[in-house]
């Protein structure tokens, strides 16, 4: 049995859903601890292509349950798209659980999220503005509406025409919009309620059941460590922790149970939005990665910015997280290079900079110390093993292995599950990966019990 959590390494999109879809296979249960509609999750089976925003990419196994859990923002409007789309392309969602206590996303919140963004001009962070800092931000000032209270009706009445009435006075005093009507909203969500009945749980509770019943699970979290609203590029952040330590609070569980933690990272870098980015290229690097890794949000359809691998921020991920090992995401991207860089350090007023910083104004004022290596302009896309690898492949991962000081378990080399090199399975396999971070020479003796 193994609890292990799966996290974002950077700037989120860096292929987890892919990843937590094939870790999926070895789990009992996956838990979505936080974030909302804002995030989204690209999986590729068969040659069918599922783009998933709340529902767990678990939910491709029907014998594993689906649980969005406490520490979600839940658009029940977008949710129950997500199902109906599931339904035509012949996937069950009968195993999804939604928890009682997750908070639900008005339209209020989506209106005030747009208008706020557009206020801000030039200063903009860059949300998706589908309401989610706004939702998560009446969550802490307790005037926010939860999914418990869309299975009360006469409560839930009572709640949205007191917060509409509030809302309203903001929607039209400062933000100069029409304002809601009670009435229609109230009917509208208690409709999305009935819908979403039959899934809604104590999920706390179902997740400790599964815990003492020595399930497998899977706690999977939406964006990256470098968009954590603690930990990340405050103030171009989101509004939740997809930190590994958010897993505890977001699905309500005790940090001594979780047993190994994942982080995943592409093997170039990327990021959506505003805010500094050290490693970003201009010119046709930086478009022959954005073209070849279809960059492009799963979301809002945006064109990510691309950028050399950042050690630095992968660093800093492995301290924050804890990292016991990593999935190296769309390594094939890189196959047509003749030299790549790789970030090791940064320049700050003429000193060499190690470590992260958190002052936003020394990060923008950051520049990368780079390391280049040859590359191995093979294609990759085909590889199943290590000793498919060409040897510039293998010496890349070793080298990022070793900058970062964690092993790395899973090489994902395309979008599809079979597009994979399992070093190690994470969940059943010992913690420990083959490819080591001090070089030493890989073998191939562990059973690789996750299959593809």
């Given at each position: ?420 090199i399992i070093v190690e399975d994470p969940i059943h396999g010992p913690k420990r990966a083959l490819l080591y971070t001090d070089g030493s020479p890989y073998t191939n003796t562990v059973s690789q019990t996750l299959q593809v």
């Amino acid at each position: 049995m193994a609890n292990v959590v799966v996290i974002g390494a950077q700037w989120g999109d860096e292929g987890k859903g892919k990843i937590t879809d094939l870790l999926s296979k070895s789990a009992d249960v996956v838990v979505r601890y936080q974030g909302g509609v804002n995030a989204g999750h690209t999986v590729v089976v068969q040659g069918q292509v599922f783009k998933l925003h709340l529902i767990p990419s678990g939910i491709l196994y029907p014998n594993t349950d689906c649980i969005i859990g406490s520490g979600t923002v839940i658009d029940p409007k977008v949710l129950i798209a997500e199902l109906d789309q599931l339904k035509r392309l012949g996937v069950t969602t009968d195993n999804l659980l939604i928890a009682e206590t997750a908070h639900v996303t008005m339209p209020y919140h989506r209106l005030i999220d747009q208008a706020s963004e557009e206020r801000r001009g030039s200063h903009r962070i860059g949300t998706t503005g589908r309401g989610i800092g706004p939702t998560y931000a009446d969550k802490s000032e307790r005037i926010g509406i939860r999914i418990i209270d869309l299975m009360q009706p006469e409560l839930l009445q009572a709640k949205l025409r007191w917060t509409i009435e509030y809302k309203n006075v903001i929607l039209e005093k400062l933000y100069e919009l029409p304002p809601l009507n009670a009435d229609q909203v109230i009917e509208e969500y208690l409709g999305y309620a009935e819908r979403l009945r039959p899934h809604v749980i104590d999920s706390s509770l179902t997740i400790y059941d599964a815990i003492q019943r020595k399930r497998n699970i899977l706690f999977e979290g939406a964006q990256g460590t470098l968009l954590d609203l603690d930990h990340g590029t405050y103030p171009y952040v989101t509004s939740s922790n997809p930190v590994a330590g958010g897993a505890c609070v977001g699905a309500g569980v005790g940090p001594t149970m979780i047993d190994r933690v994942i982080g995943v990272a592409k093997a170039y870098t990327t990021r959506v939005g505003e805010g500094p980015f050290p490693t970003e290229l201009h010119g046709d690097v930086g478009e022959l990665l954005c073209d070849r890794g279809a960059e492009f949000g799963t979301t809002t359809g945006r064109k990510r910015r691309c950028g050399w691998f950042d050690a630095v921020i992968g660093r800093y991920a492995v301290r924050i997280n804890g990292l016991d090992c990593l999935a190296i995401t769309k390594l094939d991207v890189l196959d047509e290079l003749a030299e790549i860089k790789v970030c090791v350090a940064y320049e700050l007023e003429g000193d060499r900079c190690d470590h992260f910083p958190s002052n936003s104004k020394d990060f923008a004022r950051c520049t990368p110390i780079y390391e280049t290596l040859p590359g191995w302009q093979r294609s990759t896309a085909n590889c199943r093993s290590l000793e498919d690898l060409p040897q510039g492949a293998l010496n890349y991962l070793k080298f990022l292995a070793e900058l970062m000081d964690v092993p790395i378990a899973i090489v994902s080399l395309g979008a599809s599950r079979d597009q994979t090199i399992i070093v190690e399975d994470p969940i059943h396999g010992p913690k420990r990966a083959l490819l080591y971070t001090d070089g030493s020479p890989y073998t191939n003796t562990v059973s690789q019990t996750l299959q593809v």
